[in-house]
């Protein structure tokens, strides 16, 4: 199973997320996110799905926990690489209405 | 046809990962499209999560319960804890609503598992448990 990882561009997050996010998954990649929040200057977060192959309604509290912290710092959240199935969970619950996809 | 099984497991969150994987199996002898079987590990995850993070509030030394009876196409899946209960339970299925957000809930759980289900019926009583049961009829291919 792939983990999380996390690499720092400037003063954006990028966050590859691991194969499977649900609650258990989310848990750590929270703790291991405010880690990360309080020991650099971080404005942006990317959620990167390119790994995701299972994500149940935990990934929209991980997606919207994210934003609710990157507005703090006048920041956004961003979201890379989204499966059709994970799009429309995203779609489905008006996520996109607070966060919107890019390349990379 | 007729197939049944239970199981019984802690209240650990690593078992979220393993009894969807457990039903998804379960479910393959109905010859399920992957979409089918992607959302029945959706539910079961759902179910299974509420049962540890709001019925045992993450004590891990529960015992949550799952049962699968496949009745000709139709899978059903049923979730059990004994933990808090839920003291209104329309309340709680609706949608956005979640008595943790300080802990980054959505509140979507029940609404997804309604959306993914063709039945869903919640039985709770507060400080007895709650039982979570769903159907989903896989039509043949
Ligand atoms: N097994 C359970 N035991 C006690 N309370 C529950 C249980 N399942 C759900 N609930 C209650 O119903 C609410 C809504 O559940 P859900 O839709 O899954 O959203 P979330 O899990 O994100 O809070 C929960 O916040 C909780 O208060
Ligand atoms: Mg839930």
Known sequence: MKRTSYKLEDRTLIVGLGSELDHHNVSIINKELSKYLQMYII????????DVTFMDSSGIG???????????????????????????IFAFSGVYRFVSKVEI | MKNQMSLEF????????????????????????????????????EAVTNAIVHGYEQKEEYKVFLQCEITEQTIQITIMDYG???????????????????????GMGFTFMEALMDELEVYSKKDEGTTVKMKKR????
């Open chain 1, 43 to 50: 404005k942006n977060i990317i959620f990167d799905f390119n």
């Open chain 1, 62 to 88: 991980l997606v919207m926990g994210g934003y609710k912290q990157a507005v703090l710092y006048g920041g956004s959240v961003m979201l890379s690489n989204i499966s059709e199935r994970v799009d429309r």
């Open chain 2, 10 to 45: 802690d209240s650990r969150s690593e078992n979220e990962a393993f009894a969807r994987v457990v039903v998804a199996a379960f479910a393959t002898q109905l010859n399920p499209t992957l979409e089918e079987i992607d959302d029945i590990k959706t539910v079961v995850s």
């Open chain 2, 84 to 106: 808090v209960g839920i003291e209104d339970v329309e309340k709680a299925k609706t949608p956005m609503y979640t008595t943790k957000p300080y802990m980054n809930r959505s």
């Open chain 2, 138 to 141: 896989i039509e043949a291919k």
